[in-house]
């Protein structure tokens, strides 16, 4: 549970810079603002996945909700305009709390007011339930819907094609049909109240955040009408939105039921309340009811990207125990593969064919492959689906495939050329490749190697040990051209990439797998180097740089428009996903010292890498870790404000490195 304190309530930046959201197992959400002032293009009460888990769309923004007890008329919402915040019903707010559901309060002369928001399973469908708590007699609640229907990447403008007038729906009582372009989607509206119709414009709605990112940040909004809600005390009413063909039946035993589900994700006997609120916001991001079942990377924005998916593959699914969904999600990437490659993005248009520009998702996929099975024992599904999908991969490399990837023959892998951006750190602005990290580099090796090794162990566990000796073989060889190629004698680190006559020496992360995963890729020694050099110049509360502050190239600030914040993105903005990386290395490093108190140690030392969890939950998406953080102090959260990958490697990390829960990760 999350309850924000009373010192807060009364700070209105404070209360607009938290955010929060729900999803529906489908890709679509609702999201916006404590205070209710709508910040970003991508807020709206109904953003319906259209093309499940994409084609998403701003529907309905929000409702605008005002409270009239006797002669007491007193707005809830609130809005921001160029240069004014109009009407400010946060000034009214006395509670807000996510328990599982996010819940506001609102306090007006002696009546009080309770709003929850949830969205129904398997539907593109929002239903705000309001309860009148308290109060000295019946109250009137006005609401009034204000409707977008627009991609959800872009803003909305007064037009003549809008047909904004709500139309009746007879056989139905107190609904109305808003659908204002002709063809396209149609959102039904249902309340326990009179609709009084009239339709307008509302122009010139100021979104905060598109601004400080440099992009058009106004919108104008339509309304069909309001509706006028009679409630007594004690009572409720529920306000439905869908952009389905039918209403859905008892919306009180579906919210009941959605609370029930997201309690139940928890498992019983946790005692962490940061690892609950994991186990509930890794939830977020699987659209498991989407067919093929797909992860959403990060909102609001991010699309279902499969380098983002394999890398928070474990978090997601494995530390929950959700295996046939993982088996699921397997299953669809095992087809994707293509000449070795997978897919990296799929549009959220719905339409083109997916990016595969990416080299490093199919390594993840081997990683990913090689814990499913360690995990849930199922053999027969690795012998049927995973092992043939790896080897294609592992074959597809060894020959050369897109993107110039290909083997070298000392056995590590080469990537790209200068022009093309494969790895994750892969930030562009028109032609400028801010990161160029063409030829070897280094965590891709790293995964090669632990990828070799993993298709080697899949095989010997699935009896044919003659494949398994040739590739523990392939994988000796790759490690002694990586131990000769990578290490810098003269830092103590790891080059980041290597090609011909090239050693980049950027002291960057990317470093860290090479400790983290299996297989003992390095010495003993030279892997306690590497996290000495990490935690003394990448490591900040929460996440990890991308490039040492002492390197020229550092860029500690995250702000402006897009070529700054796309020339920052890697160098030197910290991520939180990355943490998990290192408090794995930190574990495996203290593991291979041989003893039980410097296993012991290394985990306390993971966990104390979580010491500040519980306020990062609070303070930007609520109950969700963000895309990435500033590098300077105080590191202030920027980018998505929720973040699969940063969830999830946060849940794996409290769970498998530091509390040492799950299977044995040697190989």
Known sequence: MIHLPASLLTDRDALTAREWILGNGLGAYASGTVSGIATRRYHGLLVAALSPPRGRQVLISHLDETITLRYLRAPLSSHAFPGVVQPEGWRHLVTFALDPLPRWQWRVGEAVLERTVFMVRGQNTTVVRYTLVDSPGAIALTVRPFGAFRDFHHHAQQNRDARIAAVAVNDRPGTVLIQPYEGGPAVLMQAPGVFHPSPDWWRGFQHEAERARGLDSQEDLFTPGEYVIALAPGESAHVVLTAEHRLPDDVAVLEAREIARLRALVPQGVSDPRVEQLYRAVDLYRADLARPPAVLAGYPWFEDWGRDTLIAFTGLYL???????????????????????????????????ADDNTVDAPMWFLHAARRFVQYSGDLDFARRTLVPAMRAIVEAFRRGTRYNIHQRPDGL????????????????????????????PVEINALWYAGLRSLAWLCATTGDEGSAERWHREADHVRESFRERFWNARLGYLYDVVRDDYRDPAVRPNALYAVALPGDLLPLEQCEAVLRR??????????????????????GRYDGGPWSRDSAYHQGTAWPFLLGAYTAAVVRVGRRRGTPEAEAEARAEAGRCFDGLAAALTSYGLGHLPEIVEGDAPHRPVGCFAQAWSDAEALRGLVEDVEGAGPEDDL
């Open 534 to 555: 990490a935690r003394d110049e990448l490591l900040v509360p929460m996440a990890v740089r991308t490039l040492s502050p002492s390197d020229p190239a550092y860029q």
């Open 319 to 353: 530390v929950p125990k959700r295996y046939t969904e993982a088996k699921e999600l397997l299953a669809a990437f095992a087809k994707y593969v293509d000449q070795g490659m997978l897919p990296n993005r799929f549009p959220d248009s719905g339409g083109g064919a």
């Open 413 to 440: 892998i080469w990537a790209g050329d200068p022009g093309t951006q494969l790895t994750w750190m892969d930030a562009r602005c028109a032609d400028t490749v801010f990161t160029p990290r063409h030829g070897c």
